[in-house]
Each structure stands twice: as structure tokens, then as C-alpha cells.
């Protein structure tokens, strides 16, 4: 082999030493522009597997291979390279040292180069300090919008790509920590803009899913998002070894080993059946309880297989293949799981959205609540109170000047929500507090 062939099939680690970050280099220095498939490859963690590594590397048609990570070296550069018999132009891997590597043009060039882009596993809030609101966040969320590239991470990696995060920023937390206090310190959920996937735009996901056992704290992370921004946001959960692969159609697949070892994905939402779908009790250090009637969330879980057989329909939420259907719910803090019924809901009720420019005075209330409001087509006629169970309370409102006054007298104490209900869509008023 002469010493140029040679140079082409080597990682090279030659950018960075020193610097803000090191760049491993496998392949062809020459970049070449292909037509990316698109898509997610969300991996929960430990080893990868070999079938989803595959997929992700075919939707990149034959260019080139970028991996970011922020811990770690060049271990991905030979596996994705020539490990998997997908022939690929080039792998590149970048090793951010630290934060001002964010800003360095190198690192854009590359990424508007990459026909697909793997985050490796580490800390996620390493990524999300480093890159959130950089030059980086902003080339990545390019790519995926403008060129169609694939995306895809493993274990931190997986954690940092929907629209809601766990970010880490205080360590991590367990389902028992979660579960007791949902705002625990450690219980930091996210919202601002980072990686956005379209068919994740709604959705948080959790890795490392069984070691141990996360269901508890996704539950918890779910009633965060409901409690404090108002949405029903939606979860994917994986496994380790085990990875969910989802194309530009919305269809995600699943890849694991079942049946020699029990790979499961899981895709989790609130009980859009249910009038209401708030916690009962997701307040400042007391335990979750988020039961509804033991129907509070909808879970379904599918093994992984080695060919991605078995498959769940992101478009709708509602539709499966190898799945089984389970109710999660949570009462004072203890997490329970039932095998349920399939979800069947009207698809534009999957989320609820918070009416704004109301005002609920005087709330908590003994009996007369004031409803001030400058949204002049809001149609009281329209509005219903439900309990935390779902059950429709009938109240009166009397108009005097610009405010409604509504009386709450014939109810019992406890905690009711006010909603604006259309044909297909409900719209969050408020939370009311009778004493």
C-alpha cells in the first residue's frame, strides 16, 4: 500500500491538539455532495446496534459521516468507516474541548458538509451548554431543515434531540427522586430551542431506559411539561442496546435483539380519551400524583427486533405494529403500570392549548370566581369545568361590564379546570383552586 492509499484509509488526528477541539479524520479528504434520506436514529445507550447503526448510515447515500461529541475520542471512526459494510465517503469525528469550540468556522464547514451527523454519549448538558444558541445549534438545525440530513445520537445523544430535554444541568435523577418531589432540583425539563426534529417537535425522549429503571422520572418529566408549559407533550423511550429509527414519512422502527434478549421502545403520552389530562398533584416538594381513574398516560411498548419489524406510527400516535398497550399512573408518588387498551382519540385533540389573556380572580375561591378576559370571542357558552378526574361540572356566569362572574358554589372543594371546548379542539382556561 503506497503511502497516499494509505493516508486515505488511516485516522488522521492532526486539527485541534491544543486547541478549543480535536478533529479524527477517516476516509477522503475530497467532500462530496449526495442526496441525504433524512431521518432520526435515536439510541438508548451502551452498545450500539448493528442493524440501526446500518440504516442510519444507508440514509446518507454514500457521503459524509460526522460525529460531535463533547468526551471520549475516535472510537466511531472505524466502526461507521468500514465496520458495518456501508460504504461511506468519509467519518469524521470532533472532540469539542471545551465551549469556545462552539464558535470555531471549522466545525460549521463541517457540519454543512455532513450528509449525516451522530452525537456520541457523555454528559448532555455538555452539549447543551456548549452548543445551545451558538453558530453550532444554529449549522445542525440548517442541515436538517435545508439539506435532509440523518441525524441520530446514543444515550446523551438520544437525550438532547426533542423539543422538551431533561437537561442535566444538576446531574441526573432517579424515578424515586422524580416521582417524590417533581420539582426536585435535579428534575430540570427544558423547552428552549435547540435540535429541532420535526417528528420530535412535540416529544422528549429518555435513554438507558431499563438500568435502571426510568419509567417513573419520563412520567415525571411528561407532568413537568404539562404542569409548567401548558402542553401534553409526548415521550420515546429505548432500552439499552435496543433504538428507534424514524423515516421522513413518520414511521419509526425498531431494532434490538428480541428474542434473544428483551430490547423494548416505548412511546408514551397522556390519556387524550380523558376530558381532562392534568396531575392531580404536581406541586413543590410533595410526591406526583398523576392517576385519572389508574388512565392517566398511555405507554406502548414494542421489542426491537433485528430486521426493525415492528414499527409505531408517529403521525398519529394512535397505531402500532408488535406493540402491547399499557396505563401508567401514579399515585403519591408510586409509579404503577397495567396492560391497557389502544388510545383512539380525534387527532386534533392530541394537544390542548392554553388560552391566554384571561384572568381568574379571586383564586384559590370559597364560592364566586371573576373571569376578566380581553379575548372578546371567547364563548362562555362553550366553557365547561372538569375535575381532575374528567367529570363536567355545570356553572353559571353572569356578564357585568368587560368580566364574567361565575358561581362555584354547589362544588365541592378541590381542584377543577376551565375549558374552552371546540369541535375538535380544547383550549386550557385556567386552574381554579374551591376551598
Known amino acids: 500500500m503506497n503511502k497516499k492509499l494509505l493516508l486515505a484509509f488511516v485516522t488522521l488526528a492532526l486539527k485541534g491538539f491544543g486547541q478549543n477541539y480535536t478533529s479524527y479524520f477517516t476516509g477522503n479528504n ?95 448538558w455538555s452539549y447543551i451548554n456548549y452548543w445551545r444558541n451558538t453558530p453550532v445549534d444554529s449549522a445542525i438545525n440548517q442541515a436538517i431543515e435545508q439539506r435532509n440530513i440523518v441525524i441520530g445520537g446514543t444515550s446523551a445523544g438520544m437525550a438532547i434531540q426533542g423539543k422538551y430535554y431533561f437537561s442535566a444541568q444538576n446531574g441526573t435523577v432517579t424515578s424515586t427522586e422524580a416521582l417524590s418531589n417533581p420539582y426536585n432540583n435535579s428534575v430540570t425539563v427544558d423547552s428552549s430551542r435547540f435540535v429541532n426534529n420535526f417528528f420530535l417537535n412535540n416529544t422528549i ?46 414511521t419509526a422502527r425498531v431494532f434490538g435483539e428480541f428474542p434473544n434478549y428483551d430490547d423494548n421502545a416505548y412511546f ?8 381532562v389530562q392534568m396531575p392531580e398533584n404536581c406541586t413543590v416538594g410533595n410526591p406526583l400524583t398523576w392517576d385519572l381513574g389508574e388512565l392517566a398516560v398511555k405507554a406502548y411498548q414494542i421489542k426491537g427486533d433485528n430486521a426493525g419489524n415492528n414499527t409505531f406510527d408517529l403521525n398519529t400516535w394512535q397505531s402500532g405494529t408488535g406493540g402491547i398497550w399499557y396505563d401508567w399512573f401514579v399515585s403519591n408518588g408510586n409509579f404503577t403500570e397495567e396492560i391497557g387498551t389502544a388510545i383512539n382519540c380525534p387527532l386534533s385533540t392530541f394537544e390542548i392549548e392554553e388560552t391566554s389573556n384571561v384572568q381568574l380572580y379571586p383564586n384559590p375561591t370559597s364560592d364566586k370566581l371573576i373571569i376578566e378576559t380581553v379575548n372578546l370571542s371567547l364563548n362562555f357558552t362553550k366553557i365547561n369545568l372538569y375535575n381532575a378526574l374528567g367529570q363536567k361540572f355545570e356553572f353559571k356566569t353572569t356578564k357585568i361590564s368587560n368580566a364574567y362572574h361565575a358561581d362555584l358554589s354547589s362544588l365541592k372543594k ?4 376551565m375549558i374552552h371546548e371546540e369541535t375538535y379542539t380544547k383550549h386550557l382556561v385556567g386552574k381554579i383552586i374551591k376551598e
Open 30 to 124: 475530497n467532500d462530496i455532495n449526495t442526496y441525504p434520506s433524512g431521518g432520526i436514529c435515536l439510541m438508548g445507550g451502551a452498545a450500539e446496534d448493528d442493524n440501526a447503526m446500518k440504516w442510519f448510515l444507508q440514509r446518507a447515500n454514500g457521503g459524509d459521516i460526522l460525529v460531535l461529541r463533547t468526551s471520549g475520542a475516535n472510537g466511531y471512526n472505524s466502526y461507521l468507516y468500514s465496520g458495518l459494510g456501508i460504504p461511506v465517503n468519509s467519518v469524521e469525528t470532533i472532540l469539542f474541548n471545551n465551549a469556545l469550540a462552539s464558535n470555531e468556522s471549522y466545525i460549521v464547514q463541517k457540519i454543512h458538509q455532513a450528509e449525516a451527523i451522530w452525537f456520541a454519549g457523555g454528559n448532555q
Open 205 to 250: 425522549t429518555d435513554s438507558h431506559f431499563d438500568n435502571p429503571d426510568r419509567k417513573g422520572r419520563l412520567m415525571t418529566f411528561l407532568a413537568r411539561i404539562t404542569t409548567d408549559f401548558g402542553v401534553f407533550a409526548k415521550g420515546i423511550a429505548c432500552d439499552e442496546y435496543t433504538a428507534v429509527c424514524i423515516d421522513t414519512n413518520g
Open 268 to 275: 408514551v403520552q397522556s390519556n387524550c380519551e380523558l376530558p
Open 414 to 417: 378541590g381542584i377543577y379546570y
